[in-house]
Nanobody, 123 residues
Framework: VQLQASGGGLVQPGGSLRLSCVAS????????MGWYRQAPGKERELVAD???????NYADSVKGRFTISIDNAKNTLYLQMNSLKPEGTAVYYC??????????????????WGQGTQVTVSS
């Protein structure tokens, strides 16, 4: 199973970006997916996640500005980011919690991280 994130870049304060994260490979189902970010010198923090395809959760700092969604047919996670602020500058990582068959044919839950995509909010 692999995750491929894209969509980062340089944007002016108040601008918008949309991040995408595609999950590929063999797995039974997606339990949840999420976006995290890590700014220089800071710990990685949750931005938003979505579970069971519909239940969403947002960090207080992004509520009302960011929207997380998932296209189950494409196994693709999105993060629409509007009204971006300079403090949103960070590497954004996607996260996948999924179920799959292990070597013995038993269902196992696993977590995978994408490679990260840089978002820079600056004038």
């Amino acid at each position: 199973v692999q995750l491929q994130a894209s969509g980062g870049g340089l944007v002016q304060p108040g601008g918008s970006l949309r991040l995408s994260c595609v999950a590929s490979g063999s797995f039974l189902k997606i339990n949840s997916m999420g976006w995290y970010r890590q700014a220089p010198g800071k710990e990685r923090e949750l931005v938003a996640d979505i579970s069971s395809g519909t239940t969403t959760n947002y960090a207080d700092s992004v509520k009302g500005r960011f929207t997380i969604s998932i296209d189950n047919a494409k196994n693709t996670l999105y993060l629409q980011m509007n009204s971006l602020k300079p403090e949103g500058t960070a590497v954004y990582y996607c996260n996948l919690d999924f179920s799959h068959y292990d070597y013995y044919g038993l269902i196992e839950e696993a977590v995978l991280w994408g490679q990260g995509t840089q978002v820079t909010v600056s004038s």
